[in-house]
């Protein structure tokens, strides 16, 4: 089954204990995507990658770090998380025909408290 | 920078009936594709159409059609025979064709209610 995977799909940290939010798919996508949603302003995207090695930022960057050292795999790193960033995370992939379909993983949920 | 907007943070619907979401974009793109997505109390997002912006017809997937005004830079959702399951936030999205980026602008969403 085509999927993208998630995890924790929940997690509640401290204010300044590093994170890392995995993300995985079986597509052999190139491109892959980190969103959050945060209530009254729709998703916005924090990063992508268009293939191995290749990462860029995208609307809010700052607070993360990611890297794709396999084409499968998209970790989202908070090296030192704050409340700013409780969230709903959504990782995305698709292939690098720009007509197709974006496929997202279920979602994460990150208190920092 | 693209922009997209959704001016009805919430609707409701009788079930069986018709509604209509509203989405408008701003771009200096000709190339680009248009979506709708549904996200339902399980937080799953899942695409519900999709639209190039190079095709005149609208797209229909089965009780979802959209109007496509290119001109107009309007996008919006028909949900024909609401049904219970029908209930949820739906986000408008755009995508440019080609970008050097990878990136679904997203608007802030409607939450639909259906009434039994």
């Known amino acids: 089954e085509a999927q993208v995977t998630q995890n924790p799909r929940y997690l509640i940290t401290v204010t300044g204990k590093k994170l890392t939010v995995t993300c995985s798919q079986n597509?052999?996508?190139?491109?892959m995507s980190w969103y959050r949603q945060d209530p009254g302003l729709g998703l916005r995207q924090i990063y992508y990658?268009?293939?191995?090695?290749?990462?860029d930022k995208g609307d809010v960057p700052e607070g993360y770090k990611v890297s794709r050292k396999e084409k499968r795999n998209f970790p989202l790193i908070l090296e030192s998380p704050s409340p700013n960033q409780t969230s709903l995370y959504f990782c995305?992939?698709?292939?690098?025909?720009?007509?197709?379909?974006?496929?997202f993983g279920e979602g994460s949920w990150l208190t920092v408290v | 920078a693209q922009t997209v907007t959704q001016s009805q943070p919430e609707m409701s619907v009788q079930e069986a009936e018709t509604v209509t979401l509203s989405c408008t974009y701003d771009?200096?793109?000709?190339?680009?594709?248009l979506f709708w997505y549904k996200q339902p109390p399980s937080r799953q997002m899942i695409l519900v159409i999709r639209?190039?912006?190079?095709?005149?017809q609208n797209a229909t997937e089965n009780r979802f059609s959209v109007n496509f005004q290119k001109a107009a830079k309007s996008f919006s959702l028909k949900i024909s025979d609401s049904q219970l399951g029908d209930a949820a936030m739906y986000f408008c999205?755009?995508?440019?064709?080609?970008?050097?980026?990878?990136?679904?602008?997203f608007g802030t969403g409607t939450r639909l209610a259906v009434r039994p």
């Open positions: 995305a992939s698709r292939t690098a025909y720009s007509g197709n379909t974006i496929y």
């Open positions: 639209q190039e912006a190079y095709k005149q």
């Open positions: 597509m052999n996508h190139e491109y």
């Open positions: 990658s268009m293939n191995v090695e290749v990462t």
């Open positions: 771009t200096s793109e000709s190339d680009y594709y």
């Open positions: 999205a755009y995508r440019r064709e080609g970008s050097s980026g990878d990136k679904l602008t």
